[in-house]
């Protein structure tokens, strides 16, 4: 079945280590996103990709990084500068930078908790 | 940039309908949806409504649009424990794919 695949489904982070969440879609959609929700909170969108290769900042970027080497794949590091990075993060993916005004709904994967050791 | 604003909390019992609401700021905007999200999972899509349309149906689901004071709400029919969840609207801010989210409402279903 086509789907978006987040892992791992819990993660640890130590003081001062960077960490990476992998996110794969086999949906041929163009465009990924990353979201961190707090409890009790919605999303922040924290970066997107509309094609491969390229990917813009998001509402709150700052502390992380990404990558777009291939269209199924939006790894999101979280780096030692992100103070406070305890949230479950989210990623989703939608059809297609081209598809204009059409329907194009965000399809989410099942998230990852990330929290401090 | 723009806001999307829901109500936090809904209670409802068992078997009655749930009306959960939702404004928006963007006059442009030509989808907007609807998301659930079941505790320690991601978001998934219940429904969407196109801009060019007041309402819409789909089962249990019914989605109203008042474009003109950017009113979104959704009520579910014969509300089920099942149904509790958080649930999101979200509108397409933009010629592709990027949406804007609300915050979120807690539905719970009381028996």
């Known amino acids: 079945d086509g789907g978006i695949t987040q892992s791992p489904k819990y993660l640890f982070r130590k003081e001062g280590q960077n960490v990476t969440l992998s996110c794969e879609q086999n949906?041929?959609?163009?465009?990924m996103y990353w979201y961190r929700q707090d409890p009790g909170q919605g999303l922040r969108l924290i970066y997107y990709s509309q094609i491969v290769n390229d990917f813009q900042k998001g509402d709150i970027a700052e502390g992380y990084s990404v990558s777009r080497e291939k269209k199924e794949s939006f790894p999101l590091t979280v780096t030692s500068a992100q103070k406070n990075p305890t949230a479950f993060y989210l990623c989703a993916s939608s059809i297609s930078r081209d598809r204009g005004e059409g329907n194009q709904p965000q399809h989410f994967g099942d998230g990852t908790r990330l929290s401090i050791l | 940039g723009e806001d999307v604003e829901q109500s936090l909390f809904l209670s409802v019992r068992e078997g009655d309908s749930s009306v959960i609401n939702c404004t928006y700021t963007d006059s442009s905007s030509t989808y907007l949806y609807w998301y659930k999200q079941e505790p320690g999972a991601g978001l998934q899509l219940l429904t969407y409504?196109?801009?060019?349309?007041d309402m819409k149906q789909d089962q249990r689901l019914t989605v109203l649009l008042n474009k003109k004071d950017k009113h979104l709400s959704l009520r579910i029919a014969d509300t089920q424990t099942g149904d509790s969840a958080i649930y999101f609207c979200?509108?397409?801010?933009?010629?592709?794919?990027?949406?804007?989210f609300g915050a979120g409402t807690q539905v719970v279903v009381t028996p």
């Open positions: 949906l041929n959609h163009d465009a």
């Open positions: 409504i196109f801009s060019n349309m």
């Open positions: 979200a509108e397409r801010a933009g010629s592709w794919g990027k949406l804007q």
